[in-house]
């Protein structure tokens, strides 16, 4: 579900789509993929906790990577 919401929130941020379109992958491209392009992975995920157990929320660390033919683009 927050996979989603990165994606969403990546994807419709007109900095990012100028360049990517919305050429957002998880974990890894695919071959195929035009440049440029990024990959995210989710690295983390924290589950919080109350007193009296698990609260239900979660804080999570993704990463990203951008990939074009130069650094200008």
Same mark, same amino acid.
């Given at each position: 579900?927050?996979? @989603?919401? !990165?994606?969403?929130? /990546?994807?419709?941020?007109?900095? =990012?789509?100028?360049?990517?379109?919305?050429?957002?992958?998880?974990?890894?491209?695919?071959?195929? @993929?035009? !440049?440029?392009?990024? /990959?995210?992975?989710?690295?983390? =995920?924290?589950?919080?906790?109350?007193?009296?157990?698990?609260?239900?929320?979660?804080?999570?660390?993704?990463?990203?990577?951008?990939?074009?033919?130069?650094?200008?683009?």
């Amino acid at each position: 579900m927050i996979d @989603a919401a !990165l994606f969403s929130l /990546v994807t419709s941020a007109t900095g =990012v789509t100028t360049y990517t379109s919305s050429r957002l992958f998880p974990q890894m491209a695919p071959e195929s @993929a035009v !440049l440029p392009y990024m /990959v995210y992975d989710k690295i983390n =995920v924290d589950h919080e906790h109350h007193m009296e157990g698990a609260s239900g929320l979660a804080t999570a660390t993704f990463l990203i990577d951008g990939f074009a033919n130069s650094y200008s683009t």
